[in-house]
């Protein structure tokens, strides 16, 4: 069984206020599914929230390295 949601583009402009709010809304589908998923394979809630935060981390902290060097 394969769950998927796709992630819908964003329908703001980038230097609008709500742009954050809807990237959440156009994530979260997705985002469940991949939970979802996750535990129907049989790892534990606690175990995929603390690995998707992990790899969340290192995701922010690696895009935030290369903003800084400017790449």
């Known amino acids: 069984m394969s769950?998927?949601?796709?992630?819908?583009?964003?329908?703001?402009?980038?230097?609008?206020?709500?742009?954050?709010?809807?990237?959440?809304?156009?994530?979260?589908?997705?985002?469940?599914?991949?939970?979802?998923s996750a535990i129907s394979?049989?790892?534990?809630?606690?175990?995929t929230a603390e690995t998707l935060l992990a790899i969340a981390t290192e995701h922010a902290e690696q895009v935030k390295a290369e903003t800084a060097s400017g790449t």
């Open 3 to 36: 769950q998927t949601a796709e992630v819908t583009p964003p329908i703001v402009s980038e230097d609008c206020p709500d742009r954050n709010v809807n990237c959440l809304v156009a994530l979260e589908a997705a985002f469940a599914a991949l939970v979802s």
């Open 41 to 47: 394979k049989g790892w534990s809630a606690t175990e």
